[in-house]
């Protein structure tokens, strides 16, 4: 079998001429969505986390991942947005 691994991405993929379609995680996407949610747009949400529009690009698009340092400001992002959100309730 002809695999290729993509380590730093967190992919596996068969080779293309095998025919074998690419399986991707599913962080991109939840960045992605998660990004939708806050109604932020690549560009916003680069400038709160401090990171480059096109890091984000590459997280969704799924040619990156965070690293652990941006999961955390993600989280307290995503922290601090629900709280506005309750006291403004």
């Given at each position: 079998m002809n695999v290729a691994v993509c380590r730093s991405y967190g992919r596996v993929r068969k080779r293309p001429d095998e025919g074998e379609?690419?399986?991707?995680d599913s962080t991109g996407v939840s960045i992605r969505e998660l990004r939708?949610?806050?109604?932020?747009?690549?560009?916003?949400?680069?400038?709160?986390?401090g990171i480059t529009v096109a890091t984000v690009n590459r997280w969704e698009n799924g040619h990156a991942r965070p690293s652990k340092?941006?999961?955390?400001?993600?989280?307290?992002l995503v922290q601090y947005r629900a709280e506005g959100s309750a006291q403004a309730l």
């Open positions: 379609v690419e399986m991707e939708r949610n806050l109604r932020m747009t690549q560009e916003e949400f680069a400038h709160t986390l340092l941006a999961r955390r400001a993600i989280e307290r």
